[in-house]
């Protein structure tokens, strides 16, 4: 039997979602959900094709059209926009993958069900820096952390990179992804919702950890250096 997705639908109405994906599971079909699939695919492809037109985060390149090394400055230029839609995709399968399957682990609830309530965290996270590639067009100068995460607060009290990449992830999307993943999870959770809530908070914290000892390994520099 066929049933009608409807993201906006199923955004208002939880167990709504939770009827349809019990209803797939007894081997139904949900009409439009891989097309919203692929829409987010695309969403986050153009914001880090957005970001790679404006020069966020390309600043070297630009230093070569100084340098008068115009050809090289248009390779470049080609090479950063291939890198810009892989981001773009990695970021999504990051999410619609990586971060499922970790959250199914420690909560015992099907992956293919948690994929569905990921679809509605990474718009979500692609809004929130959607908004900072605003502020940052605006203000004409992209800042080392985000204007909506606790990292500004804390550099107040420690010059300590590692914790304050930390406390970057520790932002205004980090809550709302949460509430999302709690107010969708939950549905199918009878008992130990606070258990499920501590584990929800227990990802972020780790996938928090796992960008800020990232962010400030030799990885990066070596990047740096191979593009320059």
């Known amino acids: 039997m066929t049933y009608i997705y409807q993201f906006w639908h199923t955004l208002k109405n ?15 079909v949900l009409q439009g959900y ?7 695919l695309l969403l986050s492809v153009l914001l880090f094709v957005l970001r790679d037109f404006w020069g966020m985060y390309t600043e070297r390149l630009t230093e070569m059209i100084g340098q008068g090394l115009i050809d090289r400055y248009i390779v470049a230029r080609y090479i950063s926009l291939i890198g810009a839609i892989l981001l773009g995709v990695i ?5 619609y993958y990586a971060v499922t399957y970790i959250i199914s682990i420690i909560t015992d609830i099907p992956f293919k069900r948690i994929q569905k309530v990921q679809i509605y965290v990474i718009p979500t996270l ?19 952390f985000s204007p909506f995460s606790l990292a500004a607060i804390v550099a107040q009290f420690t010059p300590n990179l590692w914790v304050l990449y930390f406390f970057n992830q ?18 199918w959770i009878e008992e130990g919702r606070k258990s499920l809530l501590i584990k929800l ?15 400030t390994s030799p990885f990066i520099e070596w990047i740096e250096r191979g593009l320059s």
Do not use: D, R
């Open 201 to 215: 908070i227990a990802v972020q914290i780790f996938l928090a950890a796992m960008v800020a000892t990232f962010s």
């Open 91 to 95: 970021y999504f399968l990051f999410y």
């Open 34 to 40: 891989k097309k919203t699939v692929f829409f987010v």
């Open 170 to 187: 520790i932002a205004c999307s980090t809550v709302i992804t949460i509430m999302i993943h709690y107010t969708f999870l939950a549905q």
């Open 126 to 144: 692609l809004l929130f820096n959607f908004l900072e590639f605003i502020i940052f067009s605006i203000i004409q100068f992209v800042p080392l």
């Open 14 to 28: 939880p167990s709504s979602l939770t009827y349809l994906v019990e209803k797939e599971e007894e081997h139904g």
